[in-house]
């Protein structure tokens, strides 16, 4: 049984770690080397790293930022934001990352999973997908950090990015983004029952039975979330002793 792994993410914009509701309203959240390198101390299994004003600025992920948060973990660290082509990758991976996470290249050049994926191993490539629920219940592809809405459906599009040679979904609900009122249970089991590759579960963690749900009804294979750590709401051990004493494999 694999154990399911809880993932503090990092949203930067300017060099900031900043945390937002349903993706706007953005608030300052403190220092992400500093932030990354408690979240490891705390046993976080993983790190993310999207760094949100890239694509929407056409500019390249912080590199060097990347290479200072890198040397102060010890855990797995996933980077997104502004990646559309091999070198892109490369240069991050130099700097110290071990996954990367494609979103609008990908979609709008669904060939650049392929690329990647056979130049670094699909291992190293992360689909991550913001999706919004419109009234007539079908879940959406939004672009852009979640601008600009398409008229893709979420599970079909995450399939594509599996069959192209993604090794993983990161899926982000935005209409749970935030709202601490518990994860999208519905798309999150139907991504994770349906496609071979582990999918993160993201937005809408509130609270540690929020984290059982999305394990145990959804069967993510791991749960991502932000406000909550970074503002201290919920501490990482506290959070895993609570997934243990449920009976949830987690690395304590």
């Known amino acids: 049984m694999l154990c399911k792994r809880i993932i503090p993410c990092l949203d930067i914009k300017d060099g900031r770690t900043v945390k937002g509701t349903n993706f706007v309203n953005l608030r300052d959240a403190g220092d992400p080397v500093e932030l990354g390198a408690l979240y490891a101390q705390q046993g976080a299994d993983e790190l993310v790293f999207l760094d949100i004003t890239a694509t929407v600025e056409k500019r390249k992920t912080l590199r060097e930022l990347v290479n200072r948060i890198a040397h102060h973990i010890n855990i797995p660290f996933t980077v997104g934001g502004g990646i559309s082509s091999v070198d892109d990758v490369s240069a991050l991976l130099q700097n110290g990352a071990d996954k990367i996470s494609v979103n609008t290249a990908a979609f709008k050049n669904p060939q650049l999973i392929q690329d990647l994926s056979k130049e670094f191993g699909s291992q190293c490539v992360v689909l991550a997908i913001d999706t919004r629920q419109e009234e007539d219940g079908e879940w959406y592809v939004y672009l852009n950090g979640g601008r600009t809405k398409t008229e893709a459906r979420c599970f079909d599009w995450a399939k594509q990015g599996v069959d192209l040679g993604a090794g993983e979904i990161l899926l982000t609900s935005m209409n749970h983004d935030g709202t601490k009122q518990g994860f999208a249970l519905d798309i999150t089991r139907r991504l994770a029952t349906q496609l071979p590759v582990p999918v993160i579960a993201s937005g809408g963690g509130g609270t ?17 979330a932000a406000s909550i750590f970074h503002f201290k709401e919920i501490a990482i051990p506290e959070l895993k002793g609570y997934l243990h004493d449920k009976q949830i494999a987690v690395r304590l």
Request: proline share 0%; aromatic share 12%; glycine share 0%.
């Open 208 to 224: 540690m039975q929020h984290f059982v749900d999305v394990f145990e009804q959804a069967q993510a294979d791991a749960a991502l």
